[in-house]
């Protein structure tokens, strides 16, 4: 017989009743029912029940191992009794009967619960990464993590793409993040950075005579944390294709996601193809190139209705450039007067100084604005924000970008106050035609919007004879229920286009050939037209797992300090090390650890109880 198990704690059910088997895990709970011990044994696949009866010879030994204890079991297989069924676990038909028992590994006093699914400081659980991972929902969700990146492997192989691994050890690349850089022995004074993205390198493969590449890439940033990006590193699905439109990007992406989310989500998924939203409409429409499609209220621009209306405020605004953004609120009207009061606030803690508002009753529009507007003002105001009697209607009033951020925010807030945001579904769109450039406010000059490798719709001649501000972009963004998943692009495969394309963005063809000089010189020997794209796993995982903060489905996240508190990272290196890598702390530095040194040794330890 095996050392530990003949069988796993989720394997056993009512046909294996009278074997004799062997299992081996971890104490779930215990309880003691008129001298029965019973435990709940635990392992990777499930929870099967033990029964130690008193007469046996280790039951004291049984009774006195703690919660999370290491325990080797031996006995028979049992049919429970009707009434002691228990229909939530898959073996809750049987239970076994100990003849052997060994303690393999004792459990210290817990500092966080397994068998409870209670909250638990982060540091607590970062520090005890390892029992945090015990428990049911975690376990549920790094499970699922590695069955959504096999099949996400799966699907692409299928598709023809080839997994390829490119450098982790790579150059500093200026991509608009903080490099992670690892000091070179070898090369005294020099360092290497921890890739951003693997965007250089599958590119590169494309101008190597590749045709479909893919890989699960980790990517380094040195960036703050937030619920739904993590600090340090992430995981990307990475692709690229040879002659390649955006459209056949599309098509490859698509039936991967929609597949994702329907192979491990009963949700309604949006169906194929999925939905292309311009970015001027999405920044019109829903004021975000993220938006939610799952809250139905479309902004509208109601700026003609307000221009010259005795409503000065706006009127005036508008006479210096401002724009009015319509936010629908359906059916609001008969709503308490706090409703609205409530809405005015929000703006208000937004930074606006207010948040005007129309409701249109049966009786005519009431409200602090419908008073300075006449009757045909209304009007236009209800056709150009498809609103009908019962609506109510808000208002934001300022230049063009920070209305529509406002009025996105609003949007977001009306949905949710008014019940409008459908739950439980995955709402895809694509968001396309970004602009290939933006005005730099302090800078005073034209700068990349977005990335700058992409391909300006138009090529060289947009470029050479068309208002740099004008000119789009092959560049697309990749949105599920108002959470970006990945951004792409069409490559700039031309060095000629590219030189222009930087040249009025305000570098040099010699920042070209300093930053870039791999990539730019591999684009004079022949490269393909290509594109690809990097959806975001961890983002996938989260939104499949249904969780707020990637924390949760990640095994072994960083804290919002970019710490890792299990093993300790980042910590100091030995002088030994430092001087094998040329590197000397400055005295900051040491005052810094020096501290931080004296602190540790006069904080007392602290375990949280049970």
């Known amino acids: 017989m095996h050392p530990y198990r003949t069988h796993h704690c989720g394997a056993l059910r009512s046909g294996d009743v009278g074997a004799s088997v062997k299992l081996s895990g971890w104490v779930h709970r215990k309880r003691d029912h008129g001298q029965l011990l019973f435990i709940d ?20 030994e049984a009774e006195a191992a703690r919660l999370e204890s290491v325990i080797t079991i031996e006995g028979r297989v049992v049919a429970r009794t009707a ?85 982790i050890l ?50 380094f940033r040195d960036e703050d944390a937030r619920a739904d990006r993590s600090p340090g590193e992430f995981y990307q699905l990475d692709l690229e294709m040879a002659f390649a439109t955006q459209e056949d990007v599309f098509a490859a992406v698509e039936p991967v996601m929609h597949g994702l989310f329907t192979e491990f989500s009963d ?47 706006f009127a005036g605004a508008i006479e210096k450039g401002a724009v009015v953004r319509a936010i629908p609120g359906p059916s609001a009207v008969g709503r308490p007067r706090r409703f609205f009061d409530q809405m005015v606030e929000y703006a208000q803690s937004l930074g606006a100084p207010g948040l005007g508002y129309i409701q249109l009753a049966e009786d005519g529009a009431k409200g602090p604005v419908a008073k300075f507007l006449d009757e045909a003002r209304i009007a236009r105001i209800r056709e150009l ?22 009025a996105g925010l609003i949007r977001t807030r009306v949905g949710e106050e008014l019940g409008l945001v459908e739950q439980d579904a995955y709402r895809f769109c694509w968001i396309v035609d970004f602009p290939m450039f933006e005005w730099d406010e302090d800078l005073k000059q034209v700068a990349f919007s977005h990335n700058p490798f992409s391909m300006p719709q138009g090529g060289l001649e947009a470029l050479e004879t068309k208002d740099p501000l004008d000119i789009l972009a092959f560049q697309y963004d990749i949105v599920c229920n108002g959470i970006e998943l990945s951004s792409g692009a069409i490559r700039n495969h031309r060095p000629d286009i590219m030189r222009k394309a930087f ?50 489905i ?36 040491r005052e810094r650890l020096r501290a931080l040194a004296e602190r540790e040794v006069e904080k007392p330890p602290v375990v949280d109880s049970p």
């Open 83 to 167: 009434e002691t069924v228990n229909p939530r676990l898959p073996t809750g038909a049987i239970e076994v009967s100990a003849d052997a028992f060994h303690l393999e590994s004792p459990c210290e006093t817990l500092p966080l619960q397994v068998n409870a699914e209670r909250d638990f400081p982060e540091e607590t659980r970062l520090r005890y990464r390892f029992l945090d991972l015990r428990r049911e929902h975690m376990h549920a969700n790094i499970v699922l993590r590695s069955q959504v990146i096999s099949s996400i492997r799966r699907r692409m192989t299928d598709l023809g793409f080839l997994e390829i691994q490119t450098p």
């Open 267 to 313: 949700w309604p998924t949006t169906g194929l193809p999925f939905p292309r939203i311009a970015y001027r409409d999405a920044m019109l429409r829903y004021g975000s190139d993220k938006p939610d499609l799952r809250n139905p209220i479309a902004i509208a621009d109601v700026t003609e209705a307000f221009a010259g209306s005795g409503f000065k405020v």
């Open 170 to 219: 790579t150059a500093s690349s200026p991509e608009g993040a903080r490099d992670f850089l690892v000091p070179s022995r070898l090369h005294p004074g020099t360092f290497y950075a921890l890739p951003q993205a693997p965007q250089q390198y599958k590119q590169l493969l494309m101008m190597s005579g590749f045709d479909r590449y893919f890989q699960i890439a980790p990517c």
């Open 41 to 60: 044994l635990r392992d990777h696949h499930g929870i099967t029940q033990v029964v130690v009866h008193p007469d046996r010879p280790f039951f004291a």
């Open 503 to 552: 040249a009025l963005a305000g570098y040099p063809e010699s920042d070209l050939e300093e930053k870039f000089g791999g990539m730019y010189r591999a684009l004079h020997y022949g490269a393909p037209p290509h594109g690809g794209i990097a959806p975001g796993v961890d983002r996938i995982v989260m939104l499949l797992a249904d969780q707020p903060n990637l924390r949760e």
């Open 554 to 589: 990640t095994p072994f996240p960083l804290n919002q300090q970019a710490q890792e508190l299990l093993l300790g990272a980042p910590g100091t290196a030995s002088e030994r090390q430092l001087k094998e890598l040329n590197i000397q702390l400055s005295l900051a530095a």
């Open 385 to 406: 924000a498809g609103l009908e009697t019962g609506d109510a209607v808000f208002f934001v009033c300022d230049q063009e970008g920070p209305a529509a951020k406002l």
